[in-house]
Structure formats: C-alpha cells, structure tokens
C-alpha cells in the first residue's frame, strides 16, 4: 500500500514550457487535491476533485489545469509555465469518514518544480 | 469556515509534554477541528480531529473546550522528531448524500512552529 504518490519529484522547466505532475494513490479515495506551498507559506489549494470525472476550482487555479479520468489519478497541467509557478507541490486524497462526515487528508510527498 | 489563530512559533523540551493551543472563536455547531503537521518539506500529516469531545489516538490527545472556542493539542512526550509546523484546521463535516464540493477542502494556514529542544 503506496498512499499517495507523486511524480516527478523534482523537475526544472523553462518559461512558457508547459508539463504535467501525476498523482496517484491506492487507497480508493474518492477525493483528490492539488495544494501549492511557497516558502514560509501555508498550503494552498490549486484545484480539486470530488470523483472521477470531476474537478473544480480551489483558491489559486489560475494558470493550472486538472483532469481526473481515473479515480485514482489526478494529474496537474501547467500549460505554460511562469517563474511565479516555481513551488513544492502537493497532492492529497480523503475519504469522509463513515457516521461522521470528517474528512482526513493523506498527503503525498510533494514535487518542487523550478520555474527559469 | 471558521479562522483559527495559533502562536506562530513555540519551544518545548525533550520529553515533556507539547501543548499546542488553537483559537477558533467563530466556530459553528457542524465544524470540525483537525490537526495536521508537516515536518520540513515533507507532506503534512494527519494527527488527530474532534468535533465536541475530547479526542486521544497514538499519536496525540485534543482537548476542545466547552464551548469549542478554543482547542489544545497535546504531544504528551515531545521528542525531536515532532519539530515540525502543526496546522490547527476548522472545517464542516462532509454531507453524507451529496457528492461534497465544500466539505472536503482544509485551508492551511501558517501554524505553529514547534521546536523540540534536547
């Protein structure tokens, strides 16, 4: 049992390149998330999904795209790449919990992506 | 959701216990409290949640006050390795018919800087 598994883990890209981050997990999750985290920072939420063939918008989507063909992908586009894009990424899926309605977050090990 | 401060850094020595305060004064009736920490540049991890109970796992105990205006966290035997950034996180139970759009989403804020010290 993997959890949450992100790749690549670290990559550099030029302006205006464009690439994609791949996560996965094993855990049948029906949620997935996408956070960003500058240094000293908080995380941020890029987009979500709340289940195959889903997505939607978190707080900073703008310059993101996401697709979630599968339910345990969720796959991060960033189209053409901008140096205020450079950040560690962070994927997470949850479930909500039965009879409770709380939903814990399994985080993968983040992907930290240099924007030149 | 409702805004939870937390002291942005604290000490604690090795072994004693760590008591990590929250507070979230504006929250409501169907909101939970959840504790997460991230040890440096790893992902966060999940500790522990409540809702108006008092909570303890292997890991942690989370104390909520009566009136759920305030929560602590308590590591009862700190050791280095739990230095890490705790987030202190309210947030609405998930409905249980819908697909959730709202409830599944966290927002991290800055956290508590906790440093263990030998």
């Known amino acids: 049992n993997a959890g949450v598994t992100q790749t690549p883990k670290f990559r550099v890209l030029k302006t205006g390149q464009s690439m994609t981050l791949l996560c996965a997990q094993d855990?049948?999750?029906?949620?997935m998330y996408w956070y960003r985290q500058d240094p000293g920072m908080g995380l941020r939420l890029i987009h979500y999904?709340?289940?195959?063939?889903?997505?939607a918008k978190g707080e900073v989507p703008d310059g993101y795209n996401v697709s979630r063909l599968k339910k345990q992908n969720f796959l991060l586009g960033l189209e053409s790449a901008a140096p205020s894009q450079t950040s560690v990424y962070f994927c997470?899926?949850?479930?909500?919990?039965?009879?409770?309605?709380?939903?814990?977050?399994?985080f993968g090990a983040g992907s930290r992506l240099t924007v030149l | 959701d409702a805004k939870t401060t937390q002291p942005p850094s604290m000490d604690c020595a090795e072994g004693r216990a760590a008591n990590l305060p929250c507070n979230h004064s504006t929250i409501s009736g169907n909101e939970y409290v959840y504790w997460y920490r991230q040890i440096h540049s790893q992902g966060p991890q999940y500790i522990i949640h409540g809702l108006k109970n008092n909570e303890t796992n292997e890991m942690a105990s989370l104390i909520i006050t009566e009136d759920r205006k305030s929560s602590t966290l308590i590591l009862p035997h700190a050791t280095l390795r739990d230095t890490a950034v705790y987030y202190c996180i309210v947030r609405v139970a998930s409905g249980p018919q819908e697909k959730e759009t709202s409830g599944s989403r966290l927002t991290f804020g800055e956290g508590t800087q906790l440093t263990v010290n030998p």
């Open positions: 997470a899926s949850s479930i909500r919990l039965a009879g409770t309605g709380a939903n814990v977050l399994t």
């Open positions: 855990m049948n999750h029906e949620y």
């Open positions: 999904s709340v289940g195959e063939g889903t997505t």
